[in-house]
């Protein structure tokens, strides 16, 4: 594969040092996956594997500097969200998205961190639901996300309902936080469940999982998948990079997003007799 057929998926987040989360999963991940990411920083994190310490969000004239000049050179496949840092950058971003409508949007609604920590300068729902929201080819919150983003909803699947009346073409719901034995994830489309998938629980925490679940599902939107199996791809992707991740830290686990990399030298060697 040639530079010139990599789809390149122009990803809005925040940068964090620890490499587990934010613009580094997306990186990861898309280049994991077989395409070329153009990141575009929403803010600076100060974090660890334990909890957010503090961020600032970037001036979003600067984030509009930054996507502008990737568009006007490059032919993006797809745009991904994640942490926006604030209302500023969340409508620059709306508006920078609304002038290509026919590129696919993933939106992870990221509001706090794994630790609850919030990770907006302001309440963000409103805007999301009015300003981002209704532009998004696939939202993917989880438990958590879905219910504040529609707190009148008394079910997960009526979340979902409010959420595509918002005006998004799809929804992946996560249920990693939810009290199941196994993971249960929950995609819809159309006015209607479309599909549920069901993935053994995996012990302990992750960081950066839920990033890594948005931008995968970014790059198999950009190679062009159908949605059904866009979403399974990168389900199954996922999964297999929570299962082997690492305790390189004191806090959470880091999702290993190069796994299969490590696993074919690792191939070499047992061939080689090294």
Known sequence: MTMSHLPVVLVFAGNDATGG????????????LGCHPAPVITAITVQDT???KQFSSIESGLVIAQARAVLEDMP??????????????LTAIAGIVEDYPKIPLIVDPV????HGEALVEEPIEDALRALLIPRATLITPNSLEARHLAPDADTLDACAQQLLSDGC?????TGTHENTPQVINRF?????LLDTFTWDRLPGSYHGSGCTLAAACAATFAHGFDPIDAVAEAQNYTWSAIKHGQRLGMGQYLPDRLYWARSEEEDAHDEHGD
Do not use: E, H, P
Not at 169 to 173: A, G, N
């Open 21 to 32: 989360a934010g613009i580094q999963a997306d990186i990861q991940t898309l280049t994991s």
């Open 50 to 52: 334990i909890g957010m």
């Open 76 to 89: 993006v496949a797809a745009f991904k969200t994640g942490m926006l840092g604030s209302i500023a950058n």
């Open 111 to 114: 509001m706090a961190s794994g």
């Open 169 to 173: 073409q799809f929804v992946l719901i």
């Open 188 to 192: 819809y489309g159309n006015r209607r």
